[in-house]
């Protein structure tokens, strides 16, 4: 008898899930700048074939000391339940494809010029062919969507199908600016001493240009109240963006001195310099979750003072994110604050990251993770979880430092304290020495952990086997643990 309800119970679970699965897409808008180095369709396991149209975003290379810009190629829908992918590169044979983040473990179908998989979640990938990762397509397979407003609500700017130029949008209190699965948006999104804003959708918004043709108008000067950034959040709370791709003109998204704000299913393409994905500055209470994160600049940057943003930076959270670095830090806190009315960067936790790439030449701004206090910032009470690193072309895994950069600070750091990190897993050989060091005896660093520190395999601890006793253990993770540290210790779980 209970078998016979185990087998019930799973034929509903089964009837269920093929009855609410769901798969939605959307044409290109006419002109829209496309690539044609891939064919993309999907379709619900078993259903009829949707084509996707592929769009075009500019990356960087920098070779030497020079960038040079690259046309890679994304695609979005939304779906519930199983889908299969089938992805055709048009420029020749696939001899090898991978698809990353390499901790999916999604393993594809290859057959001469096309590869296959299917997708029983969400999930944001990077399908590299014959090893090209700057021509490869990101594919954003999006959860469906829980909110659509309708276009006749006056607290709603929406914005359906097509191509749309607005220069600068200054979003209301309790407005929804929603861009459709189909939209492209040319223009800039500001949200000054504003309230209960929620920026919404599947669309695109860029302040590039964004026909084929070339014959709309490229971004315009700053306004009086922004640096020209894609989505500027300034003095406001209660923020929501969520679902949307951008291609920014400097920075993806700008916070400053707000608190309350939620980041969630977020995409980001940038190539030009200073274009940084997500900066956060004096503020308190903002979680960033689920976004992919492709920049020629810091990915995720956290400071304190700059400009006429002033304050603490405090509880702070991001998780499920992929950050892919063509330039600088995936990961960079600290650097800006205020020597005069020090600024403390506090409670600040990263889980469950895939970092796929960092390419920096200058050794000052290297680092997977980068902790450097500046301008007598003070950086305490930060938490590492579930990292995983997949080997770069240039840099290092962890630079953390009590720094005085003269091109940016007006002093050194106050120090940085109480610092955990558990469960980093980096599988790579080209990482250069990683950093940890202090400033002065006042300026220092204390009480770093390092939980479950794997290295290619080699779980990095203090009662290692094979570690002489006159090494640091630092030394077998290729970290140089410098002056004015103390209290730094490498654990296992098992200790």
Same mark, same amino acid.
């Given at each position: 008898?209970?078998?016979?309800?185990?087998?019930?119970?799973?034929?509903?679970?089964?009837?269920?899930?093929?009855?609410?699965?769901?798969?939605?897409?959307?044409?290109?808008?006419?002109?829209?700048?496309?690539?044609?180095?891939?064919?993309?369709?999907?379709?619900?396991?078993?259903?009829?074939?949707?084509?996707?149209?592929?769009?075009?975003?500019?990356?960087?290379?920098?070779?030497?000391?020079?960038?040079?810009?690259?046309?890679?190629?994304?695609?979005?829908?939304?779906?519930?339940?199983?889908?299969?992918?089938?992805?055709?590169?048009?420029?020749?044979?696939?001899?090898?494809?991978?698809?990353?983040?390499?901790?999916?473990?999604?393993?594809?179908?290859?057959?001469?010029?096309?590869?296959?998989?299917?997708?029983?979640?969400?999930?944001?990938?990077?399908?590299?062919?014959?090893?090209?990762?700057?021509?490869?397509?990101?594919?954003?397979?999006?959860?469906?969507?829980?909110?659509?407003?309708?276009?006749?609500?006056?607290?709603?700017?929406?914005?359906?199908?097509?191509?749309?130029?607005?220069?600068?949008?200054?979003?209301?209190?309790?407005?929804?600016?929603?861009?459709?699965?189909?939209?492209?948006?040319?223009?800039?999104?500001?949200?000054?001493?504003?309230?209960n804003v929620r920026v919404l959708?599947?669309?695109?918004?860029?302040?590039?240009?964004?026909?084929?043709?070339?014959?709309?108008?490229?971004?315009?000067?700053?306004?009086?109240?922004?640096?020209?950034?894609?989505?500027?959040?300034?003095?406001? $709370?209660?923020?929501?963006?969520?679902? &949307?791709?951008?291609?920014?003109?400097?920075?993806? #998204? @700008? %916070? =400053?001195?707000?608190? *309350?704000?939620?980041?969630?299913?977020?995409?980001?393409?940038?190539?030009?310099?200073?274009?940084?994905?997500?900066?956060?500055?004096?503020?308190?209470?903002?979680?960033?979750?689920?976004?992919?994160?492709?920049?020629?600049?810091?990915?995720?940057?956290?400071?304190?003072?700059?400009?006429?943003?002033?304050?603490?930076?405090? $509880?702070?959270?991001?998780?499920?994110? &992929?950050?892919?670095?063509?330039?600088?830090?995936? #990961? @960079? %806190? =600290?650097?800006?604050? *205020?020597?005069?009315?020090?600024?403390?960067?506090?409670?600040?936790?990263?889980?469950?990251?895939?970092?796929?790439?960092?390419?920096?030449?200058?050794?000052?701004?290297?680092?997977?993770?980068?902790?450097?206090?500046?301008?007598?910032?003070?950086?305490?009470?930060?938490?590492?979880?579930?990292?995983?690193?997949?080997?770069?072309?240039?840099?290092?895994?962890?630079? &953390?430092?009590?720094?005085?950069?003269?091109?940016?600070?007006?002093?050194?750091?106050?120090?940085?304290?109480?610092?955990?990190?558990?469960?980093?897993?980096?599988?790579?050989?080209?990482?250069?020495?990683?950093?940890?060091?202090?400033?002065?005896?006042?300026?220092?660093?204390?009480?770093?952990?390092?939980?479950?520190?794997?290295i290619n395999g080699v779980n990095?601890?203090?009662?290692?086997?094979?570690?002489?006793?006159?090494?640091?253990?630092?030394?077998?993770?290729?970290?140089?643990?410098?002056?004015?540290?103390?209290?730094?210790?490498?654990?296992?779980?098992?200790?």
């Open positions: 008898m209970k078998k016979r309800i185990i087998k019930l119970f799973l034929l509903f679970l089964c009837f269920s899930t093929g009855v609410n699965a769901q798969l939605v897409t959307w044409d290109a808008p006419v002109g829209a700048a496309l690539n044609t180095d891939f064919r993309v369709k999907v379709r619900q396991k078993g259903g009829d074939w949707k084509n996707l149209p592929t769009y075009k975003a500019t990356i960087t290379n920098v070779v030497n000391t020079k960038s040079q810009y690259q046309s890679t190629s994304f695609a979005y829908f939304d779906f519930s339940g199983v889908v299969e992918v089938t992805v055709t590169y048009n420029l020749g044979p696939v001899e090898r494809a991978k698809i990353r983040p390499l901790s999916f473990g999604i393993i594809p179908n290859v057959q001469s010029n096309t590869v296959s998989f299917f997708l029983d979640k969400p999930r944001k990938l990077s399908i590299e062919i014959n090893g090209d990762i700057f021509h490869n397509l990101q594919l954003f397979a999006n959860p469906m969507e829980t909110f659509r407003p309708s276009p006749a609500d006056t607290n709603v700017t929406y914005f359906g199908p097509g191509i749309h130029q607005i220069d600068v949008l200054r979003a209301h209190s309790n407005q929804v600016i929603y861009l459709a699965g189909g939209a492209v948006v040319q223009g800039q999104i500001l949200i000054d001493k504003a309230e959708g599947r669309g695109i918004l860029t302040q590039l240009p964004v026909l084929n043709e070339g014959n709309i108008k490229s971004p315009g000067p700053a306004s009086l109240n922004s640096r020209n950034d894609q989505l500027t959040i300034a003095y406001s $709370k209660k923020i929501e963006v969520e679902g &949307i791709i951008v291609l920014p003109h400097k920075y993806s #998204v @700008l %916070i =400053g001195q707000s608190e *309350d704000v939620r980041i969630s299913n977020f995409k980001s393409f940038s190539f030009e310099g200073n274009a940084d994905g997500i900066d956060v500055f004096c503020s308190s209470d903002i979680a960033i979750n689920d976004i992919f994160m492709r920049n020629s600049d810091d990915c995720i940057a956290i400071y304190g003072h700059r400009w006429n943003y002033y304050g603490n930076t405090k $509880k702070i959270s991001v998780s499920n994110a &992929i950050l892919w670095a063509d330039v600088a830090h995936p #990961v @960079l %806190i =600290g650097t800006h604050g *205020d020597t005069d009315r020090p600024d403390t960067l506090g409670h600040i936790t990263f889980k469950n990251l895939d970092i796929l790439e960092q390419h920096e030449h200058q050794i000052d701004y290297q680092g997977c993770i980068a902790l450097n206090a500046g301008d007598n910032n003070l950086l305490d009470q930060l938490r590492f979880e579930d990292i995983h690193v997949e080997d770069f072309r240039e840099g290092q895994l962890f630079n &953390i430092r009590v720094m005085f950069n003269h091109l940016y600070n007006t002093s050194a750091g106050r120090g940085i304290q109480n610092v955990y990190f558990k469960n980093v897993d980096f599988n790579g050989r080209r990482s250069n020495i990683s950093i940890i060091t202090g400033y002065d005896n006042e300026r220092n660093i204390k009480n770093i952990v390092f939980e479950n520190l794997k990095i601890a203090d009662n290692m086997p094979g570690k002489p006793s006159y090494y640091k253990t630092g030394d077998m993770a290729n970290i140089s643990v410098g002056e004015h540290v103390n209290g730094i210790s490498f654990i296992s779980s098992k200790d």
